[in-house]
T-cell receptor, first 113, second 115 residues
Framework: AQSVTQLDSQVPVFEEAPVELRCNYS??????LFWYVQYPNQGLQLLLK??????LVKGINGFEAEFNKSQTSFHLRKPSVHISDTAEYFC???????????FGSGTKLNVKP | DSGVTQTPKHLITATGQRVTLRCSPR?????VYWYQQSLDQGLQFLIQ???????AKGNILERFSAQQFPDLHSELNLSSLELGDSALYFC??????????????FGPGTRLTVT
């Protein structure tokens, strides 16, 4: 069965430092991959998605993610974070073959001044 | 603004009661999804409807039910409420079925408090 693992529940980082939020999934077949962000007291919104093609995907607010099929990972990165990036980030996987989709448990990014 | 609307924003009710949460998807979206988010359980997928039909089921309790109407709005019914049902309930919509890789647009949520 498919699953999504976000290895870090919380990531503290200083402003202007780089950050990587990790996401691993378990599947040997083609999947669709997403990162969503949830700001305090709001619903989730899409940061970026990978359906096919280039393995480096650029999203909104300067975020990017790299699809690594051999390591079944889709880590989210930003070279320099801002205070406003403080939020919870969710990785999501769609497995069209098994007709399932999964959200990870979320990673809380806390950007400190 | 995602274009997905949810009512009410807040709901306070007592144990044993029944409530209905309402969701209007983005214009043109055929799929509606329901999620429950709580501090201890995180984000849990409950159920999906596509063009009026149930398409996928997650961790939805038997006390909970949902439907999607011909105008594509959806309602989530929660009955015999327990304290543990207190949570934020999100509705999301997508253009087509999730199998086609469409992203989901989330509403602002309904905060349910069971006392």
């Amino acid at each position: 069965a498919q699953s999504v693992t976000q290895l870090d529940s919380q990531v503290p980082v200083f402003e202007e430092a780089p950050v990587e939020l990790r996401c691993n999934y378990s599947s040997s077949v083609s999947v669709y991959l997403f990162w969503y962000v949830q700001y305090p007291n709001q619903g989730l919104q899409l940061l970026l998605k990978y359906l096919s093609g280039s393995t480096l995907v650029k999203g909104i607010n300067g975020f990017e993610a790299e699809f690594n099929k051999s390591q079944t990972s889709f880590h989210l990165r930003k070279p320099s974070v801002h205070i406003s990036d403080t939020a919870e980030y969710f990785c999501a996987v769609i497995d069209p073959f098994f007709n399932k989709f999964y959200f990870g448990s979320g990673t809380k990014l806390n950007v400190k001044p | 603004d995602s274009g997905v609307t949810q009512t009410p924003k807040h709901l306070i009710t007592a144990t044993g009661q029944r409530v209905t949460l309402r969701c209007s998807p983005r214009s043109g979206d055929l799929s509606v999804y329901w999620y429950q988010q709580s501090l201890d359980q995180g984000l849990q997928f409950l159920i999906q409807y596509y063009n009026g039909e149930e398409r996928a089921k997650g961790n939805i309790l038997e006390r909970f039910s949902a439907q999607q109407f011909p105008d594509l709005h959806s309602e989530l019914n929660l009955s015999s409420l327990e304290l543990g049902d207190s949570a934020l309930y999100f509705c999301a919509s997508s253009e087509r079925d999730y199998k086609e890789g469409h992203e989901q647009y989330f509403g602002p949520g309904t905060r349910l408090t069971v006392t």
